[in-house]
C-alpha cells in the first residue's frame, strides 16, 4: 500500500513559477523512477517527466527547459518546479509512485491554472 498527495497548486500569472510537492508513504519501490503526469480538462493524461534513482531526469519536450524535477529521499517526496508558466500549461498535476510489488499509485491530483 502506498499513499500519494500532491500539493501546491494554486492560480499563477503567464510567465510565474510555482513548486509542487508529491509526498509518498508505505512500501515505495525506491529504486524505480517517479513520474509527474498532468491532465487539461477534456484531454488525456500527459506525461511531463520522471526522476530515477540516480537523480536522472527525462522531460517532455513541451516542459523541457522549464520544469525541474527533484526528489527529497529522506521524506520520500518529489518535487515539480515550474517555470514561465503558460495557459496550456493548466491542469491537474498528479503524481505516479511505484510500490514494492510493482504496482502504481496515483494521488489525487492538485490543480495548476495559469492565467493570461
Known amino acids: 500500500q502506498v499513499n500519494v498527495v500532491e500539493s501546491g497548486g494554486g492560480l499563477v500569472p503567464a510567465g510565474g513559477s510555482l513548486r509542487l510537492s508529491c509526498a509518498a508513504s508505505g512500501n515505495i519501490f525506491t529504486i524505480r523512477p517517479m513520474h509527474w503526469f498532468r491532465q487539461a480538462p477534456g484531454n488525456q493524461r500527459e506525461w511531463v517527466g520522471s526522476?530515477?534513482?540516480?537523480?536522472?531526469?527525462n522531460y517532455a519536450e513541451s516542459v523541457l527547459g522549464r520544469f525541474t524535477i527533484s526528489r527529497e529521499n529522506a521524506k520520500n517526496t518529489m518535487y515539480l518546479q515550474m517555470e514561465s508558466l503558460k495557459p496550456e500549461d493548466t491542469a491537474v498535476y498528479y503524481c505516479?509512485?511505484?510500490?514494492?510489488?510493482?504496482?502504481?499509485?496515483w494521488g489525487k491530483g492538485t490543480l495548476v491554472t495559469v492565467s493570461s
Open positions: 505516479r509512485i511505484t510500490a514494492s510489488n510493482g504496482m502504481d499509485y
Open positions: 526522476i530515477a534513482d540516480s537523480d536522472h531526469t
